[in-house]
């Protein structure tokens, strides 16, 4: 099989981004659309985050799981420090 890539366009790159599948940080270095299949002759294509996180190495995610680092959604403890405040 041979390597099958192509980048793709993406609005939050070279910013800071939360991973919501890891709940990592880290900066979006790339959107690709990788061939993920190890099969030679069936194909699956899906678009990869990759993040560089604070250790300065990268990590791979869904595109979908990437979220804009400000805009995390509030976790239970979140919200029950701000009513408490």
């Given at each position: 099989?041979s390597?099958?890539?192509?980048?793709v366009?993406?609005r939050?790159?070279?910013?800071r981004?939360?991973?919501?599948?890891s709940g990592?940080?880290?900066e979006?270095?790339?959107?690709i659309?990788?061939n993920?299949?190890?099969?030679?002759?069936?194909?699956?294509?899906?678009?990869?985050a990759?993040i560089?996180?604070a250790?300065?190495r990268?990590?791979?995610?869904?595109v979908?799981?990437?979220v804009?680092?400000?805009d995390?959604?509030k976790?239970?403890?979140?919200?029950?420090?701000?009513?408490?405040?």
């Amino acid at each position: 099989m041979s390597e099958q890539y192509e980048y793709v366009p993406h609005r939050l790159l070279r910013r800071r981004v939360h991973d919501l599948a890891s709940g990592t940080e880290g900066e979006l270095m790339a959107v690709i659309n990788e061939n993920v299949s190890d099969c030679p002759t069936y194909e699956r294509w899906m678009e990869l985050a990759y993040i560089r996180g604070a250790s300065g190495r990268e990590f791979t995610t869904a595109v979908e799981n990437i979220v804009p680092a400000h805009d995390q959604p509030k976790t239970a403890a979140g919200r029950r420090d701000m009513g408490s405040a």
